[in-house]
């Protein structure tokens, strides 16, 4: 194993005990958690290869709609075109590199507000002021660069690497576990952001990390989640899935059935018999992470009268959830940086975080020929 940070015997030795087996495995050392050498390796060798979920399609609905992203520090625009086909580009002017979208929202085209450039929906250079005498300007080298872009069960996936895989190849296992859920039939009825002190792969443990829910949760849902049922099938690239006895995510749920898996590498989906929830967690620096949480329901439920008051009161809940979470995940970013934390031994309810150390682990320090 190549280590690219704090290449020590000591911290090497700490690092490899997580790759052990389970029952012997401990929790990876701090500093790989606190890291700007590790969070550079996160971003070219994970964050510019793999396909990254971005959101619905119903956030750009219709034609002219767009939305801007930074995807560590790689600022894009998703926008869909007259046609009603999505685009992706690189949100970056090919004049000065100044982004030419803020936000979201509807538009004909995209003008640079430093010198006024103009593209299309399609990303085209359509417009140019005071250009005519640049000897070699050519629009067609000069349009927004494209993105990768590809769609599922009505989810927008865009992918950095021209040369990485389609993506229902790479998410093949995902789509035969949950095609039940016919996430496309759905609508978004509540989209929570939020952001954490502390490292995203913190979250994204989190989100699968059952050892955690009888104590912290225990008076949220953790006691609708019965110990004994827990039956991980452990899956190739960190993934893991699960289907467990739970209550819907709200104040006064009933027993229900439930569903959970992991998307490498940001995308945690869990799932109730009324709602699906997943959760898109986006590093912005070592210690800062912005959390985005969406609330599915079939569309049918949107007409109802009182639809607007039903969401709210799954939306309170998550409130109550993640009121529990963030001080405690945040203390866990804190701990890092102590010289007495090592990293302790898991627990068989940590198998899924085992699982998905390892991969990650191993895109990071592996060698090139065998990442």
């Not at 619905?56 to 086909?85: C, F, Q, S």
């Amino acid at each position: 194993m190549t280590m690219h940070s704090d290449d020590s015997p000591t911290q090497r030795s700490r690092l490899e005990a997580s790759l052990a087996p389970l029952r012997e495995a401990q929790h990876m050392p701090g500093y790989i958690y606190d890291s700007d050498a590790v969070f550079a390796l996160e971003k070219e060798k994970v964050f510019m290869k793999d396909w990254l979920c971005m959101g619905r399609v119903e956030e750009i609905e219709n034609p002219g709609d767009y939305m801007t992203a930074r995807v560590l520090d790689e600022p894009i625009v998703l926008a869909r075109n007259p046609e009603g086909r999505v685009n992706a580009f690189a949100n970056v002017c090919a004049h000065r590199g100044v982004e030419v979208a803020t936000g979201s929202g509807n538009t004909k085209e995209f003008s640079c507000p430093y010198h006024g450039w103009l593209y299309n929906l399609n990303g085209a250079l359509v417009g140019a002021p005071y250009m005519k005498e640049a000897a070699g300007l050519d629009p067609a080298s000069s349009k927004l660069k494209p993105i990768r872009l590809e769609v599922w069960a009505g989810w927008m996936f865009v992918n950095f690497d021209r040369d990485a895989a389609p993506l229902a190849d790479s998410i093949a296992h995902f789509t035969n576990a949950f095609v039940f859920l016919r996430q496309e039939d759905c609508r978004l009825a509540d989209r929570v952001v939020t952001e954490w002190d502390c490292n995203w792969t913190f979250l994204v443990k989190n989100l699968m990390d059952f050892y955690h829910t009888w104590a912290l949760h225990e008076d949220s849902f953790g006691r609708w989640i019965p110990k004994e049922d827990f039956n991980y099938e452990i899956l190739d690239k960190g993934s893991f899935r699960l289907f467990y006895q739970a209550a819907p995510m709200t104040a006064d749920g009933a027993s229900r059935f439930a569903c959970g898996d992991y998307l490498a590498p940001n995308m945690n989906l869990l799932s109730r018999c009324d709602c699906v929830r997943p959760y898109v967690i986006w590093p912005l620096a070592p210690n800062k992470t912005r959390a985005i949480s969406y609330a599915l329901f079939p569309k049918e439920h949107f007409d109802l009268p009182d639809f607007d008051e039903r969401v709210s009161v799954y939306h309170d809940f998550l409130d109550q959830v993640v009121y529990e979470d963030r001080d405690i995940v945040q203390s866990l970013q804190r701990g890092m940086g102590s010289r007495n934390y090592h990293g302790g031994r898991m627990s068989h309810f940590e198998e899924p975080i085992h699982n998905t150390i390892r991969y990650h682990v191993s895109r990071l320090f592996a060698p090139p020929s065998a990442a």
